[in-house]
């Protein structure tokens, strides 16, 4: 699955900073808070080529810090974000996996992955299978979200051994309170962060490494 189509006029009032995210596939592992805005956001920006790996409905509580809306409850989240982002470009080209993540849809050298899961002992699992061939992404961007504090590593040429010096488990993340696992502001700005990212890499431009973004400060610090 890949679409050959050329530029977007979607994308055409910053043609002049990214026109090329229609070469690209994005692998979106994860359609909740994080990987619905990452793939909204990259939409927005001319991608066009999808895959959306989920296993989970959309439900009420999901409304306040993903991309859906009340049309979307009780519907499969790669089923929700599917019609999300062929609201904005019918043009996309979409494969949707309702199902655990056990298997990656190799769709070519420009193949990025984007970690969106909120378990960390599946993100690991995940790398995992990712490389666990040659042809493994040249791109994987792991974005972690707390709610109001978002990390993001960048893993060029990725491998396991590199993913682990970045990995905690589950039992080491931050407890929080029930109510204060995401908010709407963090999950719009990881997605901008993952687009912007992204943006950078496929324009060969440097890019900024792993950082973290704290809300209540307002700092971005390398990590």
Not at 18 to 42: M, R, T
Not at 147 to 171: D, G, I
Request: charged share 20%; aromatic share 12%.
């Amino acid at each position: 699955m890949k679409s050959t189509i050329q530029e977007s006029p979607i994308s055409k009032r910053y043609e002049g900073i990214v026109n090329n995210l229609h070469e690209y596939s994005f692998h979106i592992l994860g359609c909740g808070a994080i990987g619905s805005s990452a793939a909204v956001q990259l939409a927005r920006s001319g991608a066009i080529n999808f895959f959306l790996y989920d296993m989970d409905i959309v439900e009420d509580v999901n409304i306040g810090v993903s991309q859906y809306d009340i049309r979307h409850v009780g519907l499969p989240k790669v089923d929700a974000l599917s019609q999300l982002l062929q609201d904005i470009n019918p043009e996309v080209q979409i494969e949707v996996l309702d199902r655990y993540f056990c298997e990656y849809l190799y769709n070519g050298e420009k193949d990025i992955a984007i970690l969106a899961f909120d378990n960390m002992d599946a993100r690991l699992e995940a790398v995992e299978i990712l490389c666990k061939t040659k042809q493994c992404p040249k791109l994987i961007i792991d974005g972690r979200m707390g709610a109001e504090h978002y990390q993001q590593y960048l893993f060029e040429k990725p491998t396991v051994k590199k993913y682990q010096e970045t990995w905690y488990s589950n039992a080491e993340m931050a407890s929080e309170p029930c109510n204060m696992k995401a908010t709407t502001y963090c999950s719009y700005m990881s997605g901008s962060f993952i687009a912007n990212s992204v943006r950078k890499y496929a324009t060969k431009q440097p890019f900024n490494g792993n950082f973290s973004f704290n809300f209540p400060t307002m700092m971005l610090d390398k990590i």
